[in-house]
């Protein structure tokens, strides 16, 4: 009985040992290379996106925060990306004249957080997106909302249990908790 | 059904017989122009072709009798009544309602059709081989022979003489005297090319010094890189004449040639110095597309050619000098030659461009070769349009260059090829090349000497001539309104279409003159171009523009429209709409520019950044910069000059071919009528380009009506003026009228000398060609 509770609550507590924080830092594929869905792998796609390399751009006034590559809103402003499984704790490196906001949503397209940016050009500025509740996407947007006057490096997120995951945590909790106050009664 | 090898070699020799017999048919219809028997002491000469300066004031003696003189030009002539068909042949090509509507023809079927009867050309061959000349190529088109000899045979062929003659410190090779030729072959020899080697002008120029600053507005006597400026990028061009559109559509260029044509191959373009695929990544073209955005459009390439015939290679790669690599075909050309590829891209960047050059004859330009070339060879080498970036004045070229010039271009529009030329960068004053010295202790200056002229390369009624721009928010003050104040990721930084002046550097221009001074007034002792703050701006320096006057005949002064001087008979696409189109000239001649675009060298702050990584011979100060990645455009060379806008507007029309799937010829009978139709009689309120961004979305063409190409002007050497008003002081301004303000030119209502139909919205254009 006592091996069988302690894999129940092994199993409700997996879905936080497997919870990652991923940063992708776009040094990965050439220079105009529109990004979409090339990092399935680490749960997220784009829209609006396309891949710059320095110096193969004007990198003087939009440098990379780490290595050669950034992303930018092109063809269109604004730039989103959608997280295959809802995300925490969002942050990264921006750089654009004209300032940015970006807005987080939830599963329901509900806003869940707003973060502004102040202007900054010839240098990168951070942005961090930590609202209540998963992350589902977020949007980029420049403040002139023209395209190509925006360059975004080095996002970070932080996925969270999914809904499913978080009910078998409850259950394993309950369970162990049912446990304990038979243990206390004998 | 089984077709045997036999039954298909008998249909092709039928069918091959059918069509030679065709082209025989249409051959014996033709009057035959040698009609007697060839006496060489009975001569004629071909008046016209000898350059002003092979005088004997700058002849240092005579030449070297076996120099060789390779790859020599004969132009020949068709009847009259030939030429009157193939005019009415060309003009039913490009006309819908004509049966003939874009059936173009090839190299073969051209000579067969408008040339002159074979046997004529028997009896010129026949007699230069006769006079020890090599004949080495007839072209297709039956009306260039390519022949060598040395300088003592063809000037015994021709009876004249070579000299040498010191000009301006340079060294030349020329005929002293007009050539002449058996009366027997007066009917079908147009003349002779080329007996010197008087370059012509590559049209571009440099950034110049004195200025007004674009953001505050003074006037600045040098220039500092990336101070204040607001120089031109593709992501610019592409805004502001609303080419993006077509891109994001998907009309980018795709399958498309375009041809630049120089005298010289591209510096830093292939590492092996051999003529094909531009392989280098790290090319001035390439780095160019790739730092400004245009490097995602994959489909784009640039490869050198150095284009020759299928039978005799009339095309050697051209000649390397000031320092260039040995071997590498490269001469100080070669900035046009970047300029042309990198902004021709810029317009069309999924287009092939294409570097088309040959070395210069001894005397010469070798890009007529390269474009003979490319026309006669099969199917025309699969090109679309070609653009051409050098000039000089009708008066100078000369009638048998003028002549030559026109004859290719007749054929590459019969072949449904588009031709740009740029419109030159002398405002109405192509003789004087930027202007001679203005006299009066003036140095470093240019004044306007020899009238009002305009280039004999660009006024051929089968060329799109491409003239020169400005944009007027500096002028205006509203710089802010059209610029964002930082630049895009890939430097742009234009916000919609901005208003336009016509490009003029000169002090007697009357913007500038009233920026500076309140009042327009450039001439006159107290005039602006009289005062030490104009003397910043003594220059015939802006796109160029006016009217035909010296295609044909000969001048009696060196450059100087008069003589028996005529210019070329006003097209249809032109004489069409007198009365119709708001400013068109009944002048009975053709009228130039047609459509204008940007070619500022930064006078307003506006100029072109071009990669540019030449610093031989003579360090940065020949123009480039060591490296393109290190720095931003801001500090790269920059250029102005309707050797830009040509091969813009080349690239806009490639864009029209692509959309509509076909050749299109010549684009000007197109372009006509759709300002017409955008003009009518009195203007377009709407398109007026003073709108700036409030100009009509539906606009196909912006009519520029602010702003002139007045050049500033001295009497002759000798005291004569020429179309010069010099009321008082030392500096006047050019006029059609010596004794009364009659300037030349204003821009106005509908077309005019300053800016032709105006400057486009491509996408438009495009959509409505």
């Known amino acids: 009985m006592k091996k069988i509770l302690l894999l129940l609550v092994l199993l409700s507590l997996s879905p936080l040992a497997l919870a990652s924080t991923f940063t992708l830092n776009f040094e990965q594929y050439p220079e105009f290379t529109q990004i979409v869905g090339q990092y399935e792998a680490e749960d997220i796609v784009f829209g609006n996106a396309m891949q710059l390399v320095a110096p193969d751009y004007n990198y003087f006034d939009y440098p990379p925060h780490s290595g050669s590559g950034v992303l930018t809103d092109d063809p269109n402003d604004p730039l989103g990306f959608g997280f295959i499984t809802p995300v925490t704790d969002v942050s990264g490196w921006y750089s654009d004249p004209y300032g940015v906001t970006a807005i987080a949503f939830g599963f329901y397209g509900n806003v869940l957080g707003t973060f502004t940016g102040a202007p900054v050009i010839g240098a990168d500025s951070e942005f961090t997106l930590d609202p209540e509740g998963g992350i589902y996407d977020i949007v980029l947007i420049d403040s002139s909302q023209t395209p190509d006057f925006l360059t975004l490096d080095d996002l970070t997120y932080t996925e969270t249990p999914e809904p499913g995951s978080l009910l078998l945590l409850g259950t394993g909790v309950l369970g162990l908790v049912g446990t304990m106050r038979r243990k206390l009664r004998r | ?468 721009l400005d944009f007027a928010d500096t002028y205006l003050g509203v710089n802010s309104t059209y610029w964002n104040a930082a630049n895009n990721i890939f430097y742009g930084s234009a916000k919609s279409y901005i208003m336009e002046q016509p490009w003029n550097d000169s002090c007697a221009g009357g913007l500038l003159s009233t920026f500076l001074t309140g009042s327009p007034v450039a001439y006159g002792s107290s005039g602006f171009c009289n005062t030490p703050t104009g003397e910043n701006f003594l220059l015939a320096v802006g796109g160029s523009g006016g009217p035909s006057a010296c295609a044909t005949g000969a001048v009696t002064v060196r450059g100087v429209d008069g003589g028996t001087c005529a210019g070329w008979a006003k097209p249809t696409y032109q004489s069409a709409y007198l009365g119709t189109m708001a400013g068109l000239k009944n002048d009975g001649v053709r009228d130039t520019p047609d459509v204008s675009l940007m070619a500022a060298n930064g006078l307003w702050g506006h100029y072109y950044v071009l990669c540019y990584t030449d610093t031989t011979p003579t360090g940065v100060s020949s123009g480039g910069i060591p490296s393109c990645t290190a720095v931003p455009p801001s500090a790269w060379a920059g250029f102005g000059g309707t050797s830009i806008s040509s091969p813009i507007m080349a690239a806009i029309q490639a864009l029209v071919v692509q959309h509509k799937g076909s050749l299109q010829g010549n684009p000007n009978p197109r372009y006509y009528a759709l300002a017409n139709a955008e003009y009518g009689p009195n203007g377009s309120a709407a398109c007026n380009s003073a709108n700036g961004n409030g100009v009509s979305s539906s606009c196909i063409f912006y009519d520029v009506t602010l702003g002139d190409n007045l050049a500033n002007c001295q009497a002759h050497s000798g005291g004569t003026k020429y179309n010069c008003y010099l009321p008082s002081g030392l500096i006047g301004v050019l006029s059609t009228d010596n004794n009364s303000f009659q300037p030349a030119y204003l821009t106005g209502t509908g077309w005019d000398f300053g800016s032709g139909i105006g400057s486009v919205n491509a996408y438009n254009l495009v959509m409505s060609y």
């Not at chain 2, 300088?151 to 410190?169: C, K, L, P, R, S």
């Not at chain 2, 006037?219 to 992501?235: A, R, S």
């Not at chain 2, 805004?239 to 559509?249: D, V």
């Not at chain 2, 070395?359 to 006669?376: E, H, K, M, Y």
């Open chain 2, 1 to 468: 059904m089984i077709c045997s090898n036999k039954a298909v070699a008998r249909f092709l020799a039928v069918a091959a017989f059918a069509l030679s017999a065709s082209f025989a048919a249409q051959a014996q219809t033709k009057p035959l122009l040698v009609t007697h028997r060839i006496d060489d002491n009975d001569r004629v000469t071909l008046s016209g072709n000898t350059r002003p300066e092979a005088n004997s004031k700058n002849d240092i003696g005579l030449a070297d009798d076996d120099t060789q003189l390779d790859h020599m030009l004969l132009l020949l002539q068709r009847p009259p009544a030939l030429e009157a068909q193939l005019e009415q042949f060309i003009d039913n090509l490009h006309n819908p309602k004509s049966a003939s509507f874009h059936k173009w023809i090839g190299a073969a079927q051209f000579g067969a059709t408008y040339g002159p009867a074979q046997s004529d050309i028997n009896a010129v061959t026949a007699w230069l081989e006769s006079q020890g000349l090599t004949v080495n190529l007839v072209y297709s088109n039956n009306m260039f022979i390519d022949f060598s000899g040395t300088a003592g045979q063809v000037a015994a062929a021709f009876h004249t003489e070579f000299h040498n003659y010191q000009v301006n410190g340079e060294t030349y090779f020329a005929n002293s005297r007009d050539p002449q030729i058996p009366v027997a072959l007066a009917g079908v020899v147009k003349g002779v090319l080329y007996m010197h080697n008087f370059k012509p002008k590559a049209l571009h120029q440099r950034i110049k010094q004195a200025h007004i600053d674009a953001r505050s507005g003074a006037f600045q006597t040098e220039y500092t890189p990336g101070n204040n400026t607001l120089p031109i990028v593709p992501w610019d061009l592409q805004k502001i004449y609303n080419i993006a559109p077509l891109l994001s559509a998907g009309i980018s260029g795709q399958g498309m040639k375009i041809v630049v044509v120089e005298d010289t191959n591209q510096w830093n373009c292939n590492p092996t110095n051999t003529v094909g695929p531009c392989s280098s990544t790290t090319s001035d073209w390439a780095v160019f597309r790739n730092i400004l955005g245009l490097g995602r459009y994959t489909a784009g390439s640039f490869s050198e050619e150095n284009p020759g015939p299928l039978t005799t290679n009339t095309c050697t790669k051209p000649s390397t000098g000031g320092g260039y690599p040995a071997g590498s075909g490269i001469n100080g050309d070669d900035s046009e030659a970047t300029i042309d590829a990198e902004w021709a891209t810029a317009a069309a960047p999924s287009a092939a461009i294409i570097n088309a050059a040959c070395a210069n004859p001894r005397g010469g330009f070798g890009g007529l070769t390269a474009i003979q070339n490319i026309l006669n060879h099969p199917n025309a080498d699969h090109v679309d349009v070609i653009s051409m970036s050098y000039g000089e004045s009708e008066e100078l070229t000369g009638a048998t260059l003028n002549a030559a010039f026109n004859s290719t271009f007749q054929q590459a529009v019969a072949a449904g090829i588009g031709i740009f030329v740029s419109s030159g960068d002398e405002d109405a004053a192509s003789s004087d090349g930027g202007g001679s010295t203005c006299a009066g202790g003036f140095p470093g200056s240019g004044c306007a000497k020899d009238g009002i002229t305009i280039s004999g390369w660009m006024s051929s009624p089968y060329d799109v001539s491409v003239g020169g």
